[in-house]
């Protein structure tokens, strides 16, 4: 794949991702239960891969042992990611899930060290250590009150959901370059619905549909079509033909572009102040930090000097 229609996609991927953390906020405090809305909102993207199944999603060719790491992906990626996240998203601010979020390669940094039994580089060390510093001013958890203490048990949430991801990120690479990306996002969606069926179905049965307002239903229809569907065969495409790490590059811009669509909608009268709190100095300077950890960590080391060919 050419890198200017890669390039393209981690753009598209990053706008999706900004309006998913302001959009999904209002699902997420529309639906009573986080388990039903998790349910209907991978019930939903479930529907839409499967009716491209064949067609422009092509057949499983998984080996037997190949299914079990898929539902393994799923169950990651549903009952898990998505539940942590929606929970999260209900009592933050669309903001801090996109700080959150752009440690993504961060987490992945560590992970695949840990995993290589290898320890990052004084420069990389750097960028985790101003990340992390990064995250500490955004979330504040020096700041009392009620109102924060809220937004501090969503990020919580929030920051679980980004564990999962990053194990997600590290997983999914080694059967994506096997197998077609498409493929794998379609069946471990599906998969992991089917694991979250059972203790979900309870929740959604007795939700009050009728007493959801529009806004929240919105949210859900974007959840399902783009942050679920669309977004997941970009990032599974990109998966497919670069390193975890670059793939990750995404969320470098999510902080700004989150912050900046929230602040729009607010100025257009769309959201009130209060969707767009917390979007300070304080917030930029923590978002400053995690951008430069970030690309401390993505920075590759230079090639050494080639010795000439004696002659």
């Known amino acids: 794949m050419r890198r200017g229609l890669l390039y393209l996609l981690m753009g598209m991927h990053v706008l999706f991702a900004a309006a998913t953390y302001v959009l999904g906020r209002h699902a997420a405090r529309g639906f009573e239960s986080a388990a039903a809305l998790t349910l209907a909102r991978s019930l939903g993207s479930s529907l839409l891969l499967a009716s491209l199944l064949g067609t422009l999603i092509p057949r499983p060719r998984f080996a037997r042992r190949e299914w079990a790491f898929v539902a ?18 209900r009592d933050t601010v669309p903001g801090h899930p996109a700080v959150i979020y752009a440690m993504t390669p961060v987490g992945v940094l560590l992970l695949q060290s840990a995993l290589d039994r290898r320890r990052p580089g004084r420069a990389k060390t750097l960028g985790v250590l101003a990340a992390l510093a990064g995250v500490l001013i955004v979330l504040r958890p020096w700041v009392h009150g009620p109102r924060f203490a809220e937004i501090r048990r969503g990020d919580l949430w929030i920051l679980l959901g980004l564990v999962i991801w990053v194990v997600y990120t590290v997983a999914a690479r080694p059967l994506l370059r096997k197998h077609d990306a498409r493929t794998v996002t379609a069946w471990s969606m599906i998969l992991g619905t089917l694991v979250l069926l059972p203790p979900a179905a309870g929740p959604l049965a007795r939700t009050d549909f009728p007493a959801i307002p529009v806004r929240a239903w919105i949210g859900l229809a974007w959840l399902a079509a783009v942050t679920s569907t669309v977004m997941m065969l970009l990032w599974n495409r990109m998966l497919r033909h670069l390193e975890p790490v670059e793939v990750a590059i995404c969320a470098n811009a999510q902080p700004a572009a989150t912050a900046l669509l929230a602040w729009a909608l607010a100025a257009l009268g769309v959201e009130t102040p209060a969707e767009t709190l917390d979007l300070g100095p304080l917030y930029w300077l923590g978002t400053a930090l995690v951008i430069l950890g970030v690309t401390l960590v993505q920075r590759r080391p230079k090639a050494p000097p080639v010795a000439p060919a004696p002659e």
């Open 72 to 89: 393994g992906l799923g169950i990651l990626l549903v009952p898990l990611n998505q539940y942590f996240f929606l929970i999260g998203l």
